[in-house]
C-alpha cells in the first residue's frame, strides 16, 4: 500500500478505552484505544519513501510516534509535541526534513528534545527494515538486515539482539534518544 503525501495512518492496540475508562478524555463520538504501554517494547517496520513528485514541501515524508493523549485530543493544542511540559510528545522515527532530500533523522520534540547529527539514507527505490526499541528511558532506531524476517513471535535473545550495539541483525546505521 502507498500513501499519498499529506496522509496519514494511526495505528492503536485493540483495547477499547470505553472498555475500562482509564484513557481520560477521548473526542466526543470518536473512537478510542489504548496505545502500546509497558516498560519494553519493539515495533519492527518495513517501508520506502518513494519521491512522490509532489511540489513543494508535500514531498518530506515521515514515520513517527505520538503520545497516546494527542491523538485523543487534539494533535496540535494544548498537548502538542512542540515545546510541551504536560507529558505529551513526538519521536520522529524517519523524517525527512526538506522536500526531496535523500536523507532522514530521527529526533524527540516535547518537554525534553533530543536527537543527534547522523541520519539514515531515504530509502527511495526499495524498502528498508527498521527496529524500534524502547526500554527503560531509551529508544534506539536501527536499520535491520535486509534478511531479517518478522516472525509471528519475537523471542527474548532476538530482543537482546535487537537492543545491543553489536547485534548480527543490525546494519550499520542507528540512532538512539533518551526519552525522560
Given amino acids: 500500500m502507498q500513501l499519498p503525501s499529506s496522509s496519514e495512518v494511526i495505528l492503536f492496540s485493540n483495547a477499547s478505552c470505553a472498555s475500562d475508562g482509564l484513557c481520560g ?3 466526543p463520538g470518536s473512537v478510542a484505544y489504548h496505545g502500546f ?6 515495533f519492527l517496520l518495513e517501508f520506502a519513501m518513494p519521491h512522490d ?3 513543494g514541501a508535500a514531498d518530506m515524508p515521515a514515520v513517527w510516534l505520538l503520545n497516546a493523549l494527542i491523538p485523543r485530543t487534539q494533535q496540535y493544542g494544548a498537548c502538542s509535541c512542540w515545546a510541551n511540559t504536560a507529558g505529551c510528545g513526538e519521536l520522529d522515527l524517519f523524517e525527512v ?22 541520519y539514515f539514507a531515504r530509502p527511495t527505490a526499495g524498502t528498508l527494515k527498521a527496529a524500534v526499541v524502547m526500554s527503560g528511558e531509551q529508544a534506539h532506531v536501527k536499520i535491520l538486515n535486509a534478511a531479517f524476517t518478522f516472525d ?11 537492543y545491543s550495539t553489536s547485534s548480527n541483525y543490525v546494519g550499520g546505521n542507528s540512532s538512539t534518544v533518551t526519552l525522560a
Fill in 25 to 27: 478524555y477521548s473526542r
Fill in 37 to 42: 504501554g509497558g516498560a519494553s517494547k519493539v
Fill in 53 to 55: 513528485g509532489a511540489a
Fill in 97 to 118: 526534513l526538506t522536500p526531496g532530500d535523500a536523507r532522514c533523522v530521527t529526533s524527540l520534540h516535547g518537554s525534553q528534545a533530543g536527537g543527534d547529527a547522523d
Fill in 152 to 162: 509471528g513471535v519475537l523471542s527474548a535473545a532476538t530482543f537482546a539482539n535487537l
